[in-house]
């Protein structure tokens, strides 16, 4: 990591904010350029020979002001003077790098699909009436289409305990939000979604790293925990976990269902990732409907900007949830569900789910040919491959050189939940490039740079 160019006036305080007048005045000159990625907050530290709060502080405060912008899993850069809609792709990664840290899909080319359903959404007459409307679960209508996808993906949800959110992290929040108290553990696989650690960072809820294999989340691991944690909720994905792509047996789903009931555990199961994989096992929720939650999310197949979630509970759970949605957000955007509502009834959804399949499938046999010999795993159905790096490879260095080539991924510890050992492994994100022929590129990369020598042994 190169030296900051900072010139800091010790005359303004506190520190910190002559940390952020430094960062300001770099920009003003052209010292700092957008789209530059910054230290991390500790090697900052080491080199202006700062305390790490003071540098946390500065950081808060500078992407408060839009002056950075951070990324979990990615790192931190300088943020872009130019914002709104001349660039809509707020995540996208700087010119030159290609992204496979983001976790997204791209947004299939069916828009006049889209403009039908939004165009039928802001000239019916009710418009004034949904913009009027506050109810925290979502109107009948909208719980129904979420029902419908829901029973769509292998889970037995009824309408009335729907709720409707602003996106699968959204649900994440109001599920985990409600089931778990300040300070209280949930269980989850030692290696997570970096969204969840987010979510339970923002609700003050400490996670417990349940042991996991090739196969999944280990029961046997699960009872220790039960027992040593005194949990009462636990947070899994089941179907092509994120990052390693596993998939549980229904040996395991049927062993985990049983450790639950026993041990008086709550289920919150995510099904954000597993639309496309044929003969799925069933979904936990199926075999344990009494205890068990389910977070979905139609980005996946809209694409990243469809923020619309939901959220299924055990019978008598709504009301619960909706107190939950009303303490976070209050209500989901009424006119995002209207379009995705109209998507789902027509049944015109399935245009999409037809393409990202198709999409998923073309990005794996990609994939699988560029990095044949090596420690992939990738699904033809999912959207994120678990690459084991070959011997010798540090993950963090690796992650840093592919950085100096100009392809980004996630460092490791982002998924690791605790302080447990870092797995020498990346995913590899490979909805995110923005087609077929970069993602090629990108790991073409990975593989040249799996073969050369790394710099320590």
Request: glycine share 8%; hydrophobic share 40%; proline share 7%.
């Amino acid at each position: 990591m190169t030296k900051m160019r900072l010139s800091i006036d010790g005359a303004v305080r506190p520190r910190y904010l002559g940390i952020v007048a430094a960062i300001e005045v770099a920009l003003s000159r052209g010292d700092l350029v957008p789209g530059e990625r910054f230290p991390t907050q500790r090697e900052l530290a080491r080199q202006l020979g700062t305390a790490i709060a003071t540098i946390s502080r500065a950081y808060g405060e500078a992407e408060r002001r839009g002056l950075l912008t951070s990324h979990v899993g990615r790192g931190t850069f300088v943020a872009s003077v130019s914002r709104g809609m001349k660039s809509p792709r707020a995540e996208a990664p700087p010119p030159g790098i290609i992204d496979l840290a983001m976790y997204r899909v791209q947004t299939p080319p069916l828009g006049s699909i889209v403009h039908e359903a939004a165009k039928l959404a802001i000239t019916d007459e009710r418009l004034l009436t949904m913009l009027d409307a506050h109810t925290p679960a979502g109107v009948a209508g909208y719980r129904e289409a979420g029902a419908s996808w829901l029973n769509r993906l292998g889970v037995p949800a009824a309408p009335p305990e729907v709720l409707v959110c602003n996106g699968g992290q959204h649900a994440m929040l109001v599920t985990l939000g409600v089931l778990a108290e300040r300070d209280d553990v949930i269980l989850t696989e030692r290696l997570t979604d970096p969204s969840m650690k987010a979510v339970s960072v923002l609700l003050g809820r400490s996670l417990y790293p349940v042991d996991m294999d090739e196969g999944g989340l280990l029961p046997d691991a699960l009872e220790r925990a039960c027992t040593d944690s005194k949990a009462r909720v636990l947070y899994c994905t089941p179907t092509l976990h994120n990052p390693t792509n596993a998939t549980l047996n229904l040996g395991r789903r049927e062993a985990i269902v049983e450790i639950a009931r026993r041990h008086k555990i709550q289920i919150v199961e995510s099904v954000l990732y597993g639309l496309h994989l044929p003969d799925a096992p069933p979904a936990l929720a199926a075999l344990a409907p009494e205890r068990t939650y389910v977070i979905a999310s139609l980005g996946r197949i809209l694409g990243p900007g469809c923020k619309v979630g939901y959220v299924a509970g055990p019978p008598g759970s709504s009301e619960r949830l909706a107190m939950g949605m009303s303490m976070s957000m209050g209500m989901a955007s009424p006119i995002a569900i209207e379009i995705a509502t109209r998507l789902l009834a027509s049944g015109k959804i399935q245009h999409f789910i037809k393409w990202q399949k198709k999409e998923a499938a073309a990005r794996s046999v990609i994939a699988t040919a560029q990095l044949a010999g090596f420690g992939l795993r990738s699904e033809p159905s999912s959207t994120h491959a678990w690459l084991t790096l070959t011997a010798g490879w540090r993950a963090d260095e690796f992650v840093e050189k592919l950085a100096n080539s100009r392809v980004m991924t996630s460092y490791p510890h982002s998924f690791v939940v605790g302080r447990g050992a870092v797995p020498h492994a990346i995913r590899l994100c490979l909805g995110a490039p923005s087609d077929r022929d970069e993602l090629t590129h990108a790991l073409s990369t990975v593989a040249a740079t799996l073969r050369s020598a790394p710099r320590y042994v």
